[in-house]
Each structure stands twice: as structure tokens, then as C-alpha cells.
């Protein structure tokens, strides 16, 4: 099955500074990739997602990079604010059943400092 | 506002007691997921649902762990016995139809923190 790594665990970052997040996935049948963030007691959001056909995508201050010969992705997080405070889930999606099946990294937790 | 609702939010139990979690999609959504987070392991898919039929279920335990959906707007996710292992938290998500070359955006619910003692 799908296996995806994601790092670092932890990162700690100063108020406007920027913050980066990879993930590595292994199966190359997955074909979209899904940026989740995750506040204390509630639920993962979706913030961003890129299709395997695209290398690049931006929404004001976030952006997602693939690169699929590599199996690599990365968030990028512009201007960091205190409210950016989460833990953020990548994941590689495989279609199944009607579906995009996502395998999930372990979360990073970003810390943004005032 | 649409939103995926779970219940209970919290849910302390003995071990070797049923445990029942119920989760209500976003009306008109037509696929459901059930995953398990923890520490250890982060999100796992246990199971899910597309029009009420479970299409995997693999993630999931069969002796004890039993997940289906009686109608459209009710899934739910059955430990028994439960174990001190499965505690953790359980998110509920659901997404709609996916159309042609579009991408069916998943709505996690807000999570059932299930402690067993």
C-alpha cells in the first residue's frame, strides 16, 4: 500500500517568517494530493490540493509544489500569523470506488511565534 | 451551515463494554469514511461507505469493530468488546458525488475522543 512520510514532526517558525512542510509518498499510482490543518479539538480542514498534472499551486499565502518523479510535495506557508497554528496533514490519494482514497503523513505541528 | 456532526462528542467506557459512535454526513453527500487517529499511528482509514454500501473496510479490525450506514444521513461505528487500545479519537468525514474530472472534497466531522479504561 501507499506510504507517506511527512516532515518535519515539529516546526517552530516567528511571527512572518516562512514555513515549509514535504512529504514523500511511495505508490505512483496516487494522483492528488490534499493539504489538511487540523486546530486543537476539531477535525481536519482541507486548506489546498494539487492534481498529479499540475506542479504548482497558490491561494494568497499558501502554495503547494509536486513533484512526481521524485514523489515529493511540499507546502509553503507565506507570512506566517499566529492563527497558522496547527497541525498540518499531507496525504497521497489514490482513485478507488468513486473516490480519492487518501494514506496520510504523521502531521506536522506548526508553532507561530508573536 | 453544512456540516458533518458526530455523537458523542466525548465517550469514556470499561473495557470489554459496546460502544457505539453515530455520525450524520452533509445532506446530499453520498460517500462516507470513518478514521481513527492516535498518536502512534496518526489517520487511519478504518472503513467507508459511497450510496450506503461499504466499499473497504480493510483498515479495520473485523472481530470487534463493525461500521454501516441504516440510511443516508446515519453511519455508525461499533467496538465490542472494546479494548484500552482503541482508545483514540474518531473522525467521521463525507464528501459528494464526484463529477466528471472533478475532486470530491472530504468533510471531517468534529471526532469522538473514545477513552477505554
Known amino acids: 500500500g501507499e506510504n507517506v512520510e511527512q516532515h518535519p514532526s515539529t516546526l517552530s517558525v516567528q511571527e512572518g517568517d516562512s514555513a515549509v512542510i514535504k512529504c514523500t509518498y511511495s505508490?505512483?499510482?496516487?494522483?492528488?494530493f490534499p493539504w489538511y490543518k487540523q486546530e486543537l479539538g476539531k477535525g481536519p480542514q482541507l486548506i489546498i490540493d494539487?492534481?498529479?498534472?499540475?506542479g504548482e499551486k497558490k491561494d494568497q499565502r499558501i502554495a503547494v509544489t509536486l513533484n512526481k518523479t521524485a514523489k515529493h510535495f511540499s507546502l509553503h506557508i507565506t507570512e506566517t500569523q499566529p492563527e497558522d497554528s496547527a497541525v498540518y496533514f499531507c496525504a497521497a490519494s489514490i482513485f478507488s470506488g468513486g473516490s480519492y482514497i487518501p494514506t496520510f503523513g504523521r502531521g506536522t505541528s506548526l508553532i507561530v511565534h508573536p | 451551515d453544512a456540516r458533518v456532526t458526530q455523537t458523542p462528542r466525548h465517550k469514556v467506557t470499561e473495557m470489554g463494554q459496546e460502544v457505539t459512535m453515530r455520525c450524520q454526513p452533509i445532506?446530499?453527500?453520498?460517500?462516507v469514511f470513518w478514521y481513527r487517529q492516535t498518536m502512534m499511528q496518526g489517520l487511519e482509514l478504518l472503513a467507508y461507505f459511497r450510496n450506503r454500501a461499504p466499499l473497504d473496510d480493510s483498515g479495520m479490525p473485523k472481530d470487534r469493530f463493525s461500521a454501516e450506514m441504516p440510511d443516508a444521513t446515519l453511519a455508525t461505528l461499533k467496538i465490542q468488546p472494546s479494548e484500552p487500545r482503541d482508545s483514540a479519537v474518531y473522525f467521521c468525514?463525507?464528501?459528494?458525488?464526484?463529477?466528471?474530472?472533478?475532486?470530491?472534497?472530504?468533510?471531517f466531522g468534529p471526532g469522538t475522543r473514545l477513552t477505554v479504561l
Open positions: 494539487i492534481r498529479s498534472n499540475v
Open positions: 445532506l446530499g453527500h453520498n460517500t
Open positions: 468525514a463525507s464528501g459528494a458525488e464526484l463529477l466528471a474530472g472533478g475532486i470530491n472534497e472530504q468533510f
Open positions: 505508490d505512483s499510482a496516487s494522483n492528488y
